[in-house]
């Protein structure tokens, strides 16, 4: 099983950016499915972004798009979540997910993924 420990978050300003990783150990990560999943205070815990098994396939949700960008470095066993523009409705706390799987989708369920990370605050002040 893979670990994961996720960095980055912080208290920024609306309009800011932050970039949040995720460093995975234990195994080789590159032979996962990897996401971002954000949960704020009160709500469900919600799929961000992600990359399929492959490295190539991504997701974004519509609220992502244009904001968020994922990117992996396998070399280093790392994940990233680069957020542009940060609106008072990002704050979060922010997780990393892996799945062992051998499919080349992009999974979307929480349930689906079976190592998480601890979690990152972000937190975006109006």
């Known amino acids: 099983q893979v670990q994961l420990v996720e960095s980055g978050g912080g208290l920024v300003q609306a309009g800011g950016s932050l970039r949040l990783s995720c460093a995975a150990s234990?195994?080789?990560?590159?032979?996962?499915?990897m996401g971002w999943f954000r949960q704020a205070p009160g709500k469900e815990r919600e799929f961000v972004a992600g990359f399929a098994r492959n490295g190539i396939n991504t997701y974004y949700t519509y609220s992502a798009k244009g904001r968020f960008t994922i990117s992996r470095d396998n070399a280093k066993n790392t994940m990233y979540l680069q957020i542009n523009s940060l609106k008072p409705e990002d704050t979060a706390v922010y997780y990393c997910a892996a799945a062992a799987t051998a499919s080349n989708l992009v999974l979307r369920a929480a349930r689906q993924y079976n190592s998480w990370g601890q979690g990152t605050q972000v937190t975006v002040s109006s």
């Open positions: 234990g195994r080789t990560f590159s032979s996962y499915a």
